[in-house]
């Protein structure tokens, strides 16, 4: 809500968590903060890595440009220390320097992302992986697959593990292109249906 | 089921698939950490050597209560200190907000100091000022209250504090906080710039009336706070020559709190290793970490819902359950109270269609479920929720001489509100006088000359930022937790401990909102009090309906000074239903399973039959009693009793003033039941229907 009344608190600042920060221990860091040695920095890394490298790889990131994007979210956290409220603020915050970083990444390599709808992939990433990184939602999921049929398991395997194309999959399992769309996703509704009815 | 759920299970299935699994970066991280500490700070300060805390003393929690496990070493934090020792609490500031620290000497040896140097600079700067009298006093005055205190007051940076002393009259109203004084307050979480806390510059309060800060704005930690409430209450107390019996054991107090806060009920196990549990503190752990859960976050949120909006049979209820899980987010990631509010006032009501099973604005439930023909309902539901008013009968005749509850205020209201089908609302005077009604804010600012669309963004606005809306939600709140509000809304009700409650209404609502409007935190405050771990005094239903007035006025007075905790089965009934039950009682006799629990001792009275776990005075009533006698629960004395008297003096047949007094049309089982209640009084019509009014009114202010 870009209209709100601001509340009232000490040290205002606007800044984008993720981005345009002073490096190097600057601004609120060295006035009122204590100094960002003291956090617990493997703990906090431990505790949201798997959150955040999923939430980056849901994203659009590879893997190896998730761990990256995710070794600067924390150092920048540890440059501009904060208060854990609860797991689900630093979760959220934590999600949000990723994000800025990634369009950041995104904008100075000149490729285009989704970004314009960002509240909603706030509110979807809680839905599905808010409150444990999303390994409950993973570990249905898993269960969820072994309840396809051989085929569309085939299929989603092909696609996702090797990477293949509809063609090429829909060639390996005698149907046509359209077929294996068609069948992978089914296989997907399938999937997304159990699963809703997992985590009721 | 959106884009983003689409991309976010599919990277799920191709983590599934796949096999490509994330990888521990913490010593990659804590490396390069390592290697730009070493280029950016200087070697003097050193890393800390981070503890391997693996258990810690939190393993008790996980199993205590049912709520997902914290596993995260970075919540290990030392547990704060419970109501029962408020200097402990008092001496801990800010104890709800958990920041990470691994070397609490090392930190400790950096505050002292810092506390040192800063207490040293103080007292030279006062000394200077005192004795030069420079015109530069309130200057450096601040300077040092700002240095002392780098977050206390909740100000814009570039906002003078307007009141130097203020921490010092902080400190001093705060006798346990005396030892700590000198220390600097721990910084507060800044979250501007969160994702949950997006403010905009532009977005201040164009009254500056509004946008002025309080000059007594000092951020209390939470340990203060929960003393305010024991001060108060044991003032009251001490007014009163009352004093509790004692304090609940674990196991009552673990009970109490997993069903307020969490909906739960512990199991024998569970009550077991917390009693078991030699920590101090661990009361204190409990409610932070209880409060920082999901399910408590679930459960407010349900309940806040339930507040807004009572459930329709022909709503929709996928949309309700996503405006729930909304409220249920925003609760769990600290967004600011009155941003939520200000989302539901400023949202857009919808139309729901036939098959139209989610909107896709989750906060538009609210408007759209009880948009009427001219938005009474949503009217009165900001009154009493945020307003911290009762505004029902100002629809038609004024309330009292305050302005405020006068019938024109009403229809400001309405019109500012603007959710009805015509630009225009009109209402009539007593003397049949149809007269318009003029949009203005409470605060008596006329918006009239806003564009009709506009006004209830502007009324939102205004809303968010002002002390009533602060008090509204303490009391909703309180009531939340207690099962009644901390002060009644009610016009009429002028009991005489209002004033002392007024007060610590106007604190807890002041620091609702120097804390950042943060609703779990409030509730925390509450149920860290003292009388939250008052022991309880069980009244049955049957005691209730068989009471005498006098008996009444009793437990009324009990209740009054201590806090209520009367949460069972009103809460989800409406007032017919209550009467049912009640009346129900008289014929059965028995079987009393239906308990009302007040969290309330007895007062030092002769008047209860039932046997009192205090020891009975045999001194005649004292002065202060027959006092209150005199002055206690006037709803009942000179309110309601006042209505059924000029009932009986009118020419109402007998089921009109079973209407009357009941406040609805009454079905004909409530008819029926109202006859058996005049059976059982003897045909004592006054009697029974004071018996009827005060039970609809005691359930309808559930």
Known sequence: ?200 | MNDWSDRILDSFLDEIISGDTPSDLSDRILDQWKLRQEQTRSASVPIPNVPDDEQGDRSWWQQVVHVPPIDSPATRQSPVNIAANTSSWASKSNSNSKRVETQPSYSKRWRQSLALTLGVVACLLAIVSLVSVLPKFDLSEDTVAQNQYPNAATKSSNQPIKTPTAPAVAAKENPANKETAPLPRPERLDINGLPFAVVEPDAMPTNPEESQTPSDDVALSDGEIIAEINGSFATLWEQYKVQPTGAIDDKEWLERTASVLLNTKPTSTQIDLFKQTEDANKRGYLLQQATSSERFSRFFAKQIVSLLVAPKQDENPTWRADFELWLTQNIAQRTPYNEVVYKLLSATPVTPGKDNTTTGRPESFWLSHLRDSQGHQVAQRVSSLWLNQSLQCSQCHDQGDSAETSQAAYWSLLAALNLGDKPEYFFELKDGTLKAAVATLPNGKSIDSVPAEGRREAFAKWLATSPSFAEGTVNMTWRLVFGAPLVSTETAVQEPTNASRQKLLKTLAQQFRVHRYDLSRLVLWVTGSQPFATPSRIITQKDWLLASESELRDIRNAENLFANYRRLVLLEDDSRGALQKLVRYEREEAGNKLKRTVLAQPMPTQSLSSPNPINLSDEPLPAWQQNLRLHASPDSDATHQQLIDRLLKSKLTWPQLVQHALGHEPSSQELSSADELLQYHGGDKRATLLKLHWTTHLASSQ
């Open chain 1, 1 to 200: 809500m870009s209209d709100f009344p601001p509340t009232q608190v000490a040290g205002s600042s606007m800044e984008d968590p993720g981005d345009n920060q002073p490096q190097g221990g600057s601004g609120p860091l060295n006035s009122s903060l204590p100094p960002s040695s003291e956090i617990n920095i493997v703990a906090l890394v431990r505790q949201h890595q798997v959150g955040l490298w999923r939430y980056l790889r849901a994203l659009g990131c590879d893997s190896t440009s998730a761990e990256d994007l995710i070794q600067e979210t924390f150092l920048r956290i540890l440059h501009r220390p904060f208060e854990q409220r609860n797991d689900a603020a630093t979760g959220a915050y934590l999600r949000r320097v990723a994000h800025n970083l990634f369009i950041s990444q995104r904008r100075r390599s000149n490729k285009i992302s989704l970004t314009e709808k960002a509240s909603e992939l706030e509110e979807s990433w809680t839905r599905w992986a808010g409150f444990d990184n999303g390994d409950s939602t993973i570990e249905a999921l898993r269960e969820c697959m072994g309840r396809l049929t051989e085929r569309a398991q085939l299929a989603l395997r092909k696609r996702f593990a090797e990477e293949h194309s509809r063609t090429e999959i829909g060639d390996e399992l005698g149907i046509s292109e359209h077929g294996a769309k068609n069948l992978m996703q089914r296989a997907k509704a399938q999937l997304r249906e159990c699963l809703e009815s997992k985590l009721k």
